[in-house]
């Protein structure tokens, strides 16, 4: 069984921009469609991000134009790169297969405040 663990979560102001990594323990290059989630506190988990195996990329509209998921098969890793940070962003962020969710991970936290 696949396990993530994300990482590069903190603590920004509005406006800034942070790097998440999600780091597999086993080849996700069988995994077709990879996504990032958040659940942000009293709310559901929420999808904001996907990206196939070729590459091809859909996102949420709450992020689109500020967000970037990308993924590298050969290091079993996919990434969120994460621009013009708004408060309502703050939440704990999840990696997980999209099609067929896995165990989940810790998460990491975000925080976007002034």
């Known amino acids: 069984q696949v396990q993530f663990e994300e990482s590069g979560g903190g603590s920004v102001q509005p406006g800034g921009s942070l790097r998440l990594s999600c780091a597999a323990s086993k080849s996700i290059f069988s995994i077709y469609l990879m996504g990032w989630y958040r659940q942000a506190p009293g709310k559901q988990r929420e999808l904001v991000a996907r990206?196939?195996?070729?590459?091809?990329?859909n996102y949420a509209d709450s992020v689109k134009g500020r967000f970037t998921i990308s993924r590298d098969n050969a290091n079993n890793t996919v990434y969120l790169q994460m621009n013009s940070l708004k408060p309502e962003d703050t939440a704990v962020y999840y990696c997980n297969d999209a099609l067929k969710p896995r165990d989940w991970g810790q998460g990491t936290q975000v925080t976007v405040s002034s």
């Open positions: 990206i196939t195996t070729g590459g091809s990329t």
